[in-house]
């Protein structure tokens, strides 16, 4: 038997509430691009009704490629909760860790977070993809007033 669990990343590692906006919006957002096209209608509608049709275009087509590098290149396919769950999986911790950090422009850790996720070749594409998709978030969470919190405060 295989000590292995075959779905550790979709094991709940806290709760999206304990997300800051970008971080929860990156997981939101995964959710709903992987379940299926009245979703990924959600995100376009979103990103339109965010930036106007022409930039949320652009921020539609970053995370569009960035979903389906992760999904072409990955490791192995990231695992997720449904899009209403209140739990926040390993694999979308690990998400949301790195678009957060690409969003900060700590590149570096960002990198490092992407060779997780999918093989090494691809990681600077991915950083580079999850850095304009993050920013998109930062602008919308400004737009909404919810203020962006520093992540280097542990306790």
């Known amino acids: ?3 292995r669990t075959p779905h550790r990343g979709g094991a709940p590692v806290g709760y999206v509430t304990e997300l800051g906006p970008v971080e929860a919006g990156a997981v939101l957002y ?3 691009w992987c379940d299926g096209p009245d979703a990924q ?6 990103f339109a009704t965010a930036f106007g049709p022409e930039h949320g275009r652009k921020v539609l087509k970053s995370f569009e490629s960035l979903c389906d590098l992760c999904v072409r290149h990955g490791r192995r396919p990231l695992m997720r909760h449904h899009v209403t769950c209140k739990c926040l999986g390993a694999d979308e911790s690990c998400f949301a860790n790195f678009v957060g950090y690409a ?3 700590e590149r570096e850790d960002a990198l490092l977070i992407a060779t997780t996720i999918v093989r090494p070749d691809i990681a600077p594409s ?8 993050g920013l998109a978030l930062r602008r919308m969470a400004v737009k909404a007033d919810r ?3 520093s992540t280097r405060t542990l306790h």
């Open 30 to 32: 995964l959710r709903l």
């Open 103 to 105: 969003s900060e422009g």
């Open 126 to 133: 991915l950083v580079g993809l999850a850095q304009e998709f």
């Open 147 to 149: 203020p962006i919190k």
């Open 41 to 46: 209608a959600q995100v376009w509608n979103d």
């Open 1 to 3: 038997m295989n000590a």
